[in-house]
């Protein structure tokens, strides 16, 4: 069996993994949705109403890609002062398997329903 600091270190560069995927994909979406619409007359054709659409998916992607790093930046400060694995609400453990499927998680499945039932959101659970 693998000591805690051995796990401590994969875990750290699982999430450094992560996070350089994640805020490579943000600021690649965040200068595309930046880029000006090129062609564009007074009367919109189908492509141009396409572009429009696109960016706006592109911009609730980005959305939810900035929060993904905030939450593995957190992850990382948690990891440092030994905090990770460990509920933020009710500070249980996080189940491995939870932890394996979303390696940035900040709360155990029971405390990450009631957040997604107060939020109106629909919940994940892993």
């Known amino acids: 069996m693998q ?3 051995t796990l401590r ?18 600021a690649a979406r965040k200068h595309d949705l930046r880029r ?3 062609g564009v007359d007074a009367v919109e054709d189908l492509e ?6 696109s960016r706006g998916l592109g911009a609730a992607v980005a959305s939810i890609q900035s929060r993904t790093v905030q939450l593995i930046e957190t992850s990382l400060r948690r990891l440092e002062s030994g905090t990770y694995g460990r509920c933020s609400d009710c500070n249980r453990p996080i189940g491995w398997p939870r ?15 009631r ?6 959101a629909f919940p ?3």
Request: net charge negative; hydrophobic share 45%; charged share 30%.
């Open 124 to 126: 994940i659970l892993v």
């Open 115 to 120: 957040r997604d039932q107060a939020d109106g």
């Open 99 to 113: 932890l394996n499927a979303l390696p940035f998680a900040d709360a155990c499945r029971d405390c990450q329903e």
């Open 3 to 5: 000591d805690a600091l």
């Open 48 to 53: 141009s109403i396409m572009m429009r659409e």
């Open 9 to 26: 270190g994969e875990r750290a560069r699982l999430l450094q993994q992560l996070l350089k995927r994640h805020a490579t994909e943000l």
């Open 36 to 38: 000006p619409l090129d």
